[in-house]
């Protein structure tokens, strides 16, 4: 199968049902994405399907061929992601770190089809768990990134 | 941990190996010159080490001098979040004078230098800062002198005429200025001096400053590397199916050739109380191991910590609550007993609080490689590297000394990161990488980490108050029911109360002159373990909520007889006073919001971990749930070393408290847990988040922790609250298990 991630094309040979986030970690060694819950439950492996907030753990790889596929390695690459990273190490977000690939892909998807959300649309959107309880932080990061 | 004593006592055994890991240096390449650790000969470095080394006092352990002049820093502490290697780059960068922007930090590995805590070395207990905050500024301290001897040779100066601005040593009277990198090698070669003076407190650039994370861009950008994300040549990926209830072995596996035939399989493999499946990926080695079946065997008689089949969250609540007695007694002061024989009125109440697991994002994983020469290199979550480093060896049957342990950054900390046999999966990993003879990196998916996670204990609390003819409280006793983690895994004495049990209700400040606080053993069939803020998790709910009882009962204000029974106590009334006003003036309600809501406000006090914390939670009712909208928090660590980190770690802490209180609990039956994902056992979604407001109050006490001690007054508060508007007394949570339908008023 042929991916085409972070504007780069990849044959993989793995089953067509295997989830996207273990061919990007294990097949291409892409770390970034991590792995929480496996059942589209925490957030933690959130990337860009054509710019969608995506959870890759529950996604089969056959149905991503043929799109373009976004993951946080090329975050900065992007408008929107740019702004909201600078935006994440301006509000200091990050605790232990291990969800905010995710919490950063679901903001950048936002922005880039909300680009001056509402609190509502902020809430609607960035659903993603923090075990280190970084909500406010991470509200406060959309709202100063969506200005920017 | 608020007892040190069991970390203090539990000094490793296996840690003889000296600073100078070589095999690590391989890792930190680049930067050609150095260095003030390398000039140290390995040789030298082991017969020093195998002799009495004070922890913390040699530079060469700890700081590398790059030629650019910035630091790589061995933290004894590793990072999870809670901002330690910041905290360390703030500490001795202050002394060494090197903004903490140019440290790189990372985990130490396995040695007597870091054995920070107590003679021990351990990152829990809210303790990292508190316990070498001295120490590292000394070293800091120590090798700007270093630095400075250094320059005064180069330039046939003396010391006096010296002196130093960040990253580099200058001499005033001529304008010459020599950047650190350049003496780091000469520097390196000096004894290390003994008496350095220390930084006034007014001269702190970076102590006390809200400094920024160093790892806040790579935590943004994907680029933060944990144990799950690294990689080793040649390695195999590993996946386990774990028996059912503890204790049970894998018997019969009826369809193995079928498994074994899977895409990408390597090997199937037994393991005590698992299977085990080796592919070239680890989906395909889940794949196979979920695919596995496997016929468990019941546990041989006597297996250690074997789950009773028969067991259940209920069951064992129940009994919990009706183990008749008083208990040993831990806490006594004055005649409990005869004044309540004597009181004016009695209130009593029994609490309990259930199971929880650490729900830690990162799903535990391990990497073991056997290496050529006889050595094993693991790299694993952990928190206390020489006491992994000794069971793995114990695993592996090799000496300690030839157990080499990397410490990545942890996805989350919360207490899972305990050396807890049956939790983790290195020992796994370790016989697995000997089996195949090729390194194996394993990985618990998050429903094995359901079935094996350690657990905060269930716990029950029994109180009884005596007040006098005025409402107020005049006789308190309490017994907690249950088993703390503490005893669990630093040995338990049969005759004395295991402070994690009773840490909560014990060590309270208000002045109530007749009390008694005993415990009741009760052995939990559960492996228990630390969570944050140990026995204060539950213990502060318990009491600070019959607390709130006892006002109500004496037609006292909560807030107000707080203050009363602090009368003598200026610090805990201060800080109490302190809350209030964050809070603009305390009102207990109800009352209307501007939303229309009807609000109450509760409020709670807790002394967790060398730190003074008061909380305040505004809550509503809506569609029979609480709803938290803001929490207020005073802390006292007596003094700090970041307000900014200060600030995330209470809003982390009001968060997981804020989760236990309104949504977590573990449900066994059958001797097995009902939920084996987060769809099962919600945690604190972000719509859950109360806005939280923080004042660092530094009273110049002695130094406290920051980690955990936002955390125990969140889930009384909250009750409080929600009390207020329901009408009834809560005393049991999470609060979701409540239909409050129909009480929003």
């Known amino acids: 199968m042929e991916l085409t991630i972070n504007g780069s094309t990849f044959q993989v040979d793995v089953e067509p049902d295997t989830p996207l986030l273990w061919v990007v970690r294990d097949t291409l060694g892409m770390t970034g994405t991590k792995y929480g819950c496996g059942v589209a439950q925490c957030g933690a492996c959130t990337v860009l399907i054509d710019g969608q907030a995506t959870r890759s753990c529950v996604t089969t790889v056959d149905s991503v061929v043929g799109t373009a596929i976004t993951t946080i390695e090329a975050i900065e690459q992007d408008t929107e992601g740019r702004k909201v990273v600078e935006a994440w190490v301006a509000n200091q977000v990050p605790q232990c770190g291990y969800c905010q690939s995710g919490q950063v892909m679901a903001a950048t998807a936002l922005l880039k089809q909300t680009p001056q959300p509402s609190e509502d649309d902020i809430a609607g959107a960035m659903v993603n768990l923090c075990r280190c309880g970084t909500y406010n932080a991470i509200s406060a990061a959309v709202r100063q990134a969506a200005q920017a | ?745």
């Open chain 2, 1 to 745: 941990m608020n007892d040190m004593t069991p970390v203090r006592n539990h000094r490793s055994t296996g840690s003889d190996d000296g600073p100078l890991n070589i095999s690590r240096r391989g890792f930190l390449g680049g930067a050609a010159a150095l260095i003030l650790s390398v000039t140290v000969p390995v040789g030298r470095a082991r017969a020093q080490a195998a002799a009495t080394v004070a922890p913390g006092t040699r530079v060469n352990a700890f700081l590398e001098i790059r030629s650019d002049s910035t630091v790589l820093f061995r933290s004894a502490f590793i990072e999870g979040g809670q901002g330690i290697f910041t905290a360390m780059a703030q500490i001795v960068g202050e002394e060494l004078d090197v903004d903490p922007v140019n440290f790189t930090v990372e985990g130490a590995p396995p040695g007597p230098d870091y054995l920070l805590t107590g003679g021990g070395r351990f990152t829990g207990g809210s303790m990292s800062v508190r316990m070498s905050y001295e120490t590292m500024r000394k070293l800091g301290a120590s090798a700007r002198q270093m630095l400075l001897q250094a320059a005064a040779a180069r330039l046939g100066l003396s010391i006096s005429e010296l002196s130093t601005e960040p990253g580099r040593v200058v001499h005033a009277a001529s304008g010459r200025a020599i950047p650190y990198g350049e003496l780091a090698d000469a520097a390196a070669a000096l004894s290390v001096p003994t008496d350095v003076v220390l930084r006034g407190r007014a001269d702190f650039r970076w102590i006390g400053k809200p400094v920024a994370r160093l790892d806040a861009r790579d935590k943004s950008t994907g680029r933060a590397h944990y144990a799950i994300d690294l990689k080793v040549d040649g390695m195999l990926h590993a996946a386990v199916q774990h028996s059912p209830r503890l204790g049970g072995e894998p018997g019969a596996l009826t369809n193995e050739a079928e498994v074994q035939a899977m895409p990408g399989m390597h090997s199937i493999h037994r393991l005590p109380g698992a299977v085990a499946v080796l592919a070239d990926s680890w989906w395909r080695a889940r794949r196979a191991v979920e695919a596995l079946q496997v016929t468990w065997t019941e546990p041989a008689a006597a297996t250690p910590r074997a789950m009773p089949a028969d067991f259940s969250s209920e069951t064992h609540k129940a009994m919990l609550k009706s183990t008749p007695g008083d208990g040993v007694a831990y806490e006594q002061e004055g005649d409990a007993a005869g004044t309540l024989a004597g009181a004016a009125r009695i209130v009593e109440a029994t609490y309990d609080a259930p199971y929880l697991v650490h729900g830690q994002l990162e799903p535990p994983s391990a990497i073991a490689r056997w290496n050529a020469d006889g050595t094993l290199e693991l790299w694993i979550p952990n928190q206390a590297p020489e006491m992994f480093q000794a069971e793995a060896a114990m695993v592996a049957g090799i000496e300690p000394g030839k157990v080499i342990i990397h410490s990545p950054m942890l996805g989350g900390f919360f207490g899972r990161h305990f050396l807890y046999q049956t939790a983790n999966p290195f020992p796994q990993a370790i016989l697995l990488a000997k089996a195949a003879g090729r390194p194996v990196k394993l990985i618990w998916s998050r429903e094995e980490e359901f079935l094996r996670d350690t657990l905060r204990p269930m716990g029950v609390a029994r109180f009884r108050a005596g007040l006098d003819g005025d409402g107020l409280p005049v006789a308190l006793d309490a017994v907690a029911v249950g088993e703390g983690p503490t005893g669990r895994w630093f040995g338990r004495q049969p005759d004395k109360v295991d402070s994690s049990a009773v840490e909560g209700i014990a060590g309270k400040l208000y002045a109530i002159a007749n009390r008694r606080v005993g415990q009741i053993h009760v052995d939990d069939p559960a492996i228990i373990g630390f969570w944050r803020s140990v026995g204060h998790s539950m213990n502060d709910f318990f009491y600070e909520t019959f607390f709130d009882e006892m006002a109500d009962a004496g037609q006292q204000d909560p807030y107000e007889l707080r203050l009363r029974l602090l009368a003598d106590s200026p610090r805990h009334s201060n800080l109490l006073q302190a809350v209030a006003d964050l809070a603009g003036g305390w009102k207990r309600g109800p009352y209307a919001a501007e939303d229309g809501s009807r609000r109450a406000r509760g409020v709670a006090m807790a002394s967790p971990f060398g730190s003074e914390v008061a909380t305040i939670a505004e809550v509503s009712l809506r569609d029979g749930e609480v709803v938290v909208h803001q929490v207020w928090v005073a802390i006292d660590p007596g003094s700090i070393v970041n307000p900014a980190i200060i600030e995330a770690q209470v809003n982390s802490a009001v968060a997981l408290g804020l989760s236990s209180a309104l949504l977590e609990e573990v449900v066994y039956v059958d001797g097995m847990p009902q939920a084996r994902n987060f769809d099962g056992y919600p945690i604190l979604p972000p719509d859950h988040m109360p806005r939280v407001h923080v004042r660092i109050v530094e009273s110049g006490e002695p130094m406290g922790g920051i980690g955990e001690p936002g955390l125990p007054g969140v889930p009384p508060a909250v009750v409080n609250a929600a009390s207020v508007l329901t009408g009834q007394r809560i005393r049991s949570l999470p609060l979701s298990k409540l239909d409050l339908k129909g009480m929003e008023g």
